[in-house]
């Protein structure tokens, strides 16, 4: 049941035989080796394998390789910049302490890339809402919360110097 | 990798339907937030399925001229919640899709197969019962069109025969017009739950805001399908507010049949069905101006 896959992936077109009963999260860890995409619950209850279809986060576990035909795919992987470092949102969660064993952390920046890509302002309880699909089991959610406010505030304040710039 | 035994990808309704026609026993898999998981769980390991996922032709929400609402089943939860014309007509309807699991789930879970999985705790199922929603099928005999109130046949069936695909959820007019509407949903957690009970009340007022018209009341979890509450309705239809509000949980207590779960025990769901069918009136009515 092999099927050629041609979407992107971090920014590169990417075109690679996979079995059409591999999940999205499958294809990433064992084809493409992007292991940040991490399994836990394979259910998408714990959201640890959040990546962007097309600008959304999704639970890669319960979605399908095939179905990611002629898509763009993000993963943590796509977010260093070309020197290496790490991109705003992952630094803020460096900040903030808010990484414990880490297992839950790239899917939490996934969703806090659609989060901050968005360009809006959040309360904290609104935040609290957006990052519901993920489960920390070292329970690091308060400062998880801060660095994805952080995240936020820091895209917002760039935004607001730009606009005011113009 | 899943233990999925087939997988064609329709190109179509028609494709869809014909593929299905030549695999008696297929399955159609839209999001695949239920089918992959009861395929996980072993319970349709080694299934045969046939996906319409991403199927231009299902998506989409539009207003036909006579002002019915025309929901394309490949809408997702979030497609569902942010959609100009259910924000503008039918918010109710946003706002219990936004309460289905997370914000993951909610992009990828779709309104039709919410309907079509048949289960009680479906989120949009009791909404979609209160506005008298129409379900339109196609098959190899062409379509047609069943009301919501014969749709949900027991347990997990619903009233789609072999091969056919439903195409359309369609909102009557005369099914959301003049309503607000409030939806509850009761569970442990307020995300990543399933619904301990839900309740879904529209309500319709007189013009000073002091009495009900028509109320519509629906339930998910208050017994093996989605249900309407035919006597709780009658009771709070037509009366001055505060009178509708102290009779209609009562009333509702007629019409249910919960069940003991793991989740919570029968008593405790009636409870939730008197005390959150009030609730979710007061909140209907205070959408539509009421002083309650
Ligand atoms: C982690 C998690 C949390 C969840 N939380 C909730 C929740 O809080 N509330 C809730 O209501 N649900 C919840 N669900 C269940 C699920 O997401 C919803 O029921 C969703 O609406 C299913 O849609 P789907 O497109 O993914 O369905 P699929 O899995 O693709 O299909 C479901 C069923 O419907 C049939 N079907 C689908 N579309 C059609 C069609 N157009 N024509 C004919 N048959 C069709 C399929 O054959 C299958 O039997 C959750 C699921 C998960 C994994």
């Not at chain 2, 999001?31 to 045969?48: F, N, P, S, Y």
């Amino acid at each position: 049941m092999m099927e050629i896959l041609r979407c992107t992936v971090n920014g590169r077109p990417v075109e690679v035989g996979i079995d059409q009963r591999e999940s999205l999260a499958d294809v990433l860890r064992e084809r493409l080796g992007l292991t940040s995409v991490k399994k836990g619950c394979e259910v998408g209850e714990c959201g640890a394998c959040t990546v962007l279809v097309d600008g959304t986060a999704i639970d890669s576990c319960i979605y399908l390789g095939v179905w990611a035909q002629g898509k763009t795919i993000l993963t943590v992987e796509g977010l260093q910049n070309e020197n290496g470092e790490l991109s705003p949102i992952q630094q803020a969660f460096v900040e903030e302490a808010a990484v414990q064993c880490g297992f839950c952390t790239p899917g939490i920046i996934m969703s806090a890339v659609e989060i901050v890509g968005s360009g809006k302002r959040y309360t904290r309880e609104e935040l609290r809402k957006l990052i519901s699909g993920h489960l920390c089991r070292c329970t690091g959610y308060q400062n998880i919360l801060n660095a994805v406010e952080r995240a936020v505030n820091e895209a917002h304040k760039f935004v607001g110097r730009e606009e005011q710039e113009q | 990798m899943f233990d999925i035994s087939s997988i064609y990808q329709a190109q179509s309704v028609a494709d869809a339907i014909r593929a299905l026609e030549q695999d008696p026993g297929a399955l159609v898999i839209a999001g695949g937030t239920d089918v992959l998981i009861k395929v996980r769980e072993g319970k349709l390991a080694g299934c045969r399925l046939v996906s319409i996922h991403g199927l231009e032709e299902l998506k989409g929400i539009s207003q036909a001229p006579n002002g019915d609402i025309e929901i394309g089943p490949l809408s997702t939860f979030r497609d569902v919640t942010y959609d100009k014309i259910i924000r503008a007509n039918v918010p109710v309807l946003g706002e219990a899709a936004d309460m289905a699991g997370g914000p993951q789930l909610r992009a990828a879970g779709t309104i039709g197969g919410n309907v079509c999985n048949g289960i009680t705790s479906a989120d949009t199922a009791s909404t979609l019962v209160a506005l008298e929603a129409v379900l339109r099928v196609r098959g190899p005999r062409g379509e047609r069109e069943v009301p919501i109130s014969r749709w949900y046949h027991g347990v997990g069936k619903v009233d789609l025969a072999p091969y056919e695909v439903l195409t359309k959820i369609v909102l009557p007019r005369k099914g959301y017009e003049g309503f607000t509407g409030h939806y509850i949903k009761y569970a442990m957690r307020s995300a990543m739950d399933i619904a301990t009970l839900g309740v879904s009340c529209l309500a319709q007022l007189s013009q000073d805001k002091r009495e009900t018209r028509q109320v519509r009341l629906a339930f998910g979890v208050a017994g093996p399908v989605p249900m309407r509450a035919p006597g709780a309705e009658a009771a709070a239809s037509n009366r001055p507010v505060e009178q509708a509000l102290a009779a209609i949980g009562p009333a509702a207590l007629g019409d249910v049949s919960p069940r003991s779960s793991w989740r919570a025990s029968r008593e405790f769901r009636l409870q939730l069905v008197e005390e959150l069918s009030a609730r979710a009136l007061a909140e209907a009515m205070r959408k539509g101006g009421a002083q309650v």
